[in-house]
Structures are given as C-alpha cells and as structure tokens.
C-alpha cells in the first residue's frame, strides 16, 4: 500500500518544488540551496565522545540479535 502511495505521489509530482530541478534529489530538503542556515546546527553537538555512541549502537545490535535468536528458537 505504502508503495503504491509512493508512485502515485511520484508520477503527479505531489510536493515537487519545479523552482529547484535537483530531479529526484528535488523531494529532500538537503538539496534546497542554504537548507544549513534553516537549522539550528549548535543543538546537534553530542555531549558525550563519540566512542560511547558507537558502543551503545553495537551492544543495541547485539540485544535485538539475541532477542532474534531468542524469539525464533521459541517458535
């Protein structure tokens, strides 16, 4: 269902700025020229290193794994 939304909203060029011609890079916000000067970008500064923020995404990955394999073992 989604899908066929998203062709619909793509062959009526539904959202389509026809000022900015990026073809279909003109459906993301990135490609608006000065789209960095919309944002806040001082917010976005982590706190913490950045060594912790990989860690914590791989120990993620590796709990949703073994929930996985959990889950499919009960099965």
Known sequence: MVLLVAIYIMAHQIGLNPDLDFGAGAYYY???PEYENTLDWDVYTPSL???????????WGA???LLWKLIDRNR
């Open 30 to 32: 990135a490609d608006i």
């Open 63 to 65: 709990l949703m794994y």
């Open 49 to 59: 290193p950045y060594v912790f923020y990989v860690v914590v995404f791989l120990a």
